[in-house]
């Protein structure tokens, strides 16, 4: 044995050295290495992340000057000072570029604060879906500023919509039309007992209406002793009523194969054609310069 170790010890230490390195090596090394190769891996992950972003991410600045810019087209566009007749015109040309079929265009009473005007408007529609959007797409990137606030579509059977819409424009209001409407804000909120009474306006009674105090009533007044003869007169026929028409105004007439005309009453408006109904009236004729319009079984005319 001593013999076999003197003789081949240096093969014996070779070998020895050799099975410890390849201990080291499998069980310290090789984990090291393996960590620092997936710490690697994550870092260069990260590094194409950054990059990715990087390309994709904008700065303050950019975002502030985007909101400078979309505020300003705002501001140009509310600074338009609009009528109902403008916004009806504007809506009715572009459903005859976009071929949708407008009902019951008209528009709300006008509200106004901090000098600006917001004039509801409300229609109903028919068309194909594609025009159909066009139509709305045209409209929000018209020249006024426009916000859309309720669309209810329902699809027919020949496969186009009828939708109903209510939208609103704002534009610049007269500054003194929104001073009284602010008062008259102020005035509801803070109206009390006597504020009340002070809005009540007086009714004066006729002086022929007041009876006196002292004056014996007519019920115990002794009837005449006089015998009158009563004579029957012939009955009169009965006075023929005239209707009182009421006061519609004309705005604008539209003229074309199909005309329209603006009409206003009380505050609102609405762009009507001939047979169409509105406010109790029905639309007769629409001429150059007048509207012929029926109201229970009378006809007048409105320039």
């Not at 005007?117 to 229609?123: A, C, G, L």
């Not at 020249?143 to 939708?163: H, K, L, T, Y």
């Not at 009284?180 to 022929?208: I, Y």
């Amino acid at each position: 044995m001593n013999e076999f170790l003197s003789r081949n010890k240096y093969r014996l230490s070779t070998l020895f050295v050799v099975s410890l390195s390849l201990f080291v090596v499998v069980f310290f090394v090789v984990p090291r290495a393996s960590v620092v190769a997936e710490t690697l891996a994550s870092v260069r992950a990260q590094l194409e992340i950054s990059k990715t972003l990087q390309g994709d991410v904008t700065s303050p600045d950019s975002l502030i000057r985007e909101y400078r810019k979309i505020s300003e087209k705002i501001e140009k566009h509310t600074l338009v000072q609009v009528t109902s007749s403008k916004i009806l015109t504007f809506v009715h040309g572009i459903a005859g570029k976009s071929s949708v079929a407008l009902q019951d265009l008209s528009t709300g009473e006008t509200s106004a604060k901090a000098g600006k005007i917001e004039i509801p408007v409300s229609f109903k529609a028919k068309a194909a879906f594609a025009n159909f959007h066009k139509f709305l797409t045209e409209m929000e990137n018209g020249d006024f500023c426009i916000g859309i606030s309720d669309v209810n579509m329902n699809r027919e059977d020949n496969g186009d919509i009828s939708a109903s819409v209510r939208l609103s424009v704002v534009s610049k209001g007269d500054d003194s039309l929104a001073a009284v409407h602010e008062k008259r804000e102020v005035d509801e909120k803070n109206l009390d007992f006597k504020g009340l009474l002070a809005h009540l306006a007086p009714q004066p009674m006729p002086s022929d209406s007041l009876r006196d105090p002292f004056q014996l009533p007519q019920a115990y007044m002794p009837a005449p002793k006089s015998v009158r003869v009563r004579t029957k007169a012939a009955p009169m026929p009965p006075a023929e009523k005239t209707p009182e028409f009421p006061d519609i105004a004309l705005d604008a007439i539209l003229p074309g194969d199909n005309p329209v005309a603006i009409l206003k009453f009380h505050g609102e408006s609405a762009v009507v054609s001939v047979g169409q109904e509105v406010w109790g009236v029905t639309v007769v004729v629409i001429g150059q310069n007048e509207v012929t319009l029926r109201f229970e079984g009378k006809t007048f005319n409105i320039r």
